[in-house]
């Protein structure tokens, strides 16, 4: 059972614009969600994460958002650079991390 | 501070062999979880230790197993390797199981022919 989904396996932006990319979950347990930036053949990369107790957070260029009635989560990177081009994964926690099946972000020069 | 540090980052083996791939984690860190990703497959859990026990288990054959010693670092074993055990095989660490960030190694690129 895929308890953490990724409905959009790519997504294309120019540079400058918002990149948003969206994450649904099942499991109304999940008390910690975090994003993360992955390069092929390299371990993914740490990027923001957020606690159910929280709506948001920022960091820099990257904000996600919590909508827990919904069961929905989102990373939002504005502005958008060439070098965020990247497959990005979303994951929950509830003894262990769930992750998405990630989605592959290109930024067009 | 070190971040996670994996051994070996390549390997090429041949059906039926075994393997043994390490994982150091990051200082402090008592947590260790493997994961393996084959070409457009996402993360898949394969387990977690934490203080030398084995917390969780993803839904992988008895092949795969894994220990941890009692300076956190963990070591993980594939038996009777198959040509599908072929993957990036990645290693992540966390202070506790909690509300925690895990970060991740470099991961070990595993080929079987």
């Known amino acids: 059972d895929q308890q953490v989904k990724q409905n959009s396996p790519s997504l294309s932006v120019q540079e400058g614009r918002i990149s948003i990319l969206n994450c649904d979950y099942t499991?109304?347990?999940?008390?910690?969600f975090l994003w993360y930036k992955k390069y092929p053949a390299e371990g993914p990369t740490f990027l923001i994460s957020i606690s159910s107790i929280k709506d948001k957070n920022e960091d820099g260029r990257f904000t996600v958002f919590l909508n827990k009635s919904a069961k929905h989560l989102s990373l939002h990177i504005v502005p958008s650079q060439p070098g965020d081009s990247a497959v990005y994964f979303c994951a929950a926690n509830f003894n262990k991390f769930y992750f998405g099946s990630g989605t592959k972000l290109n930024v067009k020069p | 501070k070190a971040g996670v540090t994996q051994t070996p980052r390549y390997l090429i083996k041949t059906r039926g062999q075994q393997v043994t791939l390490s994982c150091s984690p990051i200082s402090g860190h008592r947590s260790v979880s493997w994961y393996q990703q084959t070409p457009g497959q996402g993360l898949q859990f394969l387990f977690e230790y934490f203080s030398e026990t084995q917390r969780n288990k993803g839904n992988f054959p008895g092949r795969f197993s894994g220990r941890q010693f009692s300076n956190s670092r963990s070591e993980m074993n594939v038996s009777t390797l198959e040509l599908g055990d072929s993957a990036l095989y990645l290693c992540a660490s966390r202070r506790a199981q909690i509300q925690e960030t895990q970060y991740f190694g470099p991961g070990t690129r595993l080929l079987v022919l």
């Open positions: 499991n109304s347990m999940f008390d910690y």
